[in-house]
């Protein structure tokens, strides 16, 4: 019994840590100038790709265009709000896995 709380207690904290690495990697990251150069210039890359989406379609091939523009901006998009996602996730993580360990300390 002792060897399988052991072992449970091994994993959270290996989780806990690699938690805790990767939301300092991002925090570290979206701290740098580099980081803040490259968001303004992927939100107005999004834009101009919304404002050429917004004009009047006048073929399929149009159609065509207009749905690859979208998925560009999708993509966009997804590389400016995936580190906060991410962080937001490791916080979650760490506060879980930190809970879980208090209860085993309190239960031993």
Known sequence: MMDEVEQL???????????VKVKAAMQQMMATEGWK?????LVEQSESRKNK????????DGVYEQE??????????????LPKQI????DEVIKLLSKT?????DAA
């Not at 207690?9 to 938690?19: K, Q, Y």
């Not at 360990?101 to 300390?105: G, H, S």
């Open 87 to 90: 962080l937001e996730s490791a």
């Open 53 to 60: 989406i917004l004009g009047a379609l006048d073929s399929a």
């Open 68 to 81: 690859f523009k979208k998925g560009e901006i999708v993509g966009i998009l997804l590389a400016v709000f």
């Open 9 to 19: 207690r091994e994993g959270v904290d290996v989780r806990l840590v690699d938690a």
């Open 37 to 41: 150069m490259l968001v303004r210039q």
């Open 101 to 105: 360990m208090e209860d085993q300390d």
